[in-house]
């Protein structure tokens, strides 16, 4: 399996922008499809974005659509999600997440390895 690791998680206000990255190592990174996911408080862990290996395709939740941008970059072993225009409702743990598959997958139980999650909190 893939270790991954997340960083970039804050307090920041609402309308803000703020950038995760999640390294991996221990696998060929370009193997993989890479995904975000994160949990509220009291809630289940919910579909945020995911990315193909080559980078080429994407899909989001539709919480995120036109503010969140997944991306990733093979040659650092990182993927990143951009976020911008938080709100309150965007406080979460967010995890990274790899798939050894072909299809961009968006259910969790898809994914194999996981990260242990950053913190992001988003202030009114």
């Known amino acids: 399996q893939v270790q991954l690791v997340e960083s970039g998680g804050g307090l920041v206000q609402a309308g803000d922008s703020l950038r995760l990255s999640c390294t991996a190592s221990?696998?060929?990174?370009?193997?993989?499809?890479m995904g975000w996911f994160r949990q509220a408080p009291g809630k289940e862990r919910d579909f945020v974005a995911v990315i193909s290996s080559a980078g080429s395709s994407t899909r989001y939740a539709d919480a995120v659509k036109g503010r969140f941008t997944i991306s990733r970059d093979n040659r650092k072993n990182t993927v990143y999600l951009q976020m911008n225009s938080l709100t309150p409702e965007d406080t979460a743990v967010y995890y990274c997440a790899a798939n050894a598959g072909y299809f961009l997958v968006v259910e969790e139980g898809d994914f194999g390895s996981w990260g242990q999650g950053t913190l992001v909190t988003v202030s009114s």
């Open positions: 221990g696998r060929t990174f370009s193997d993989y499809i």
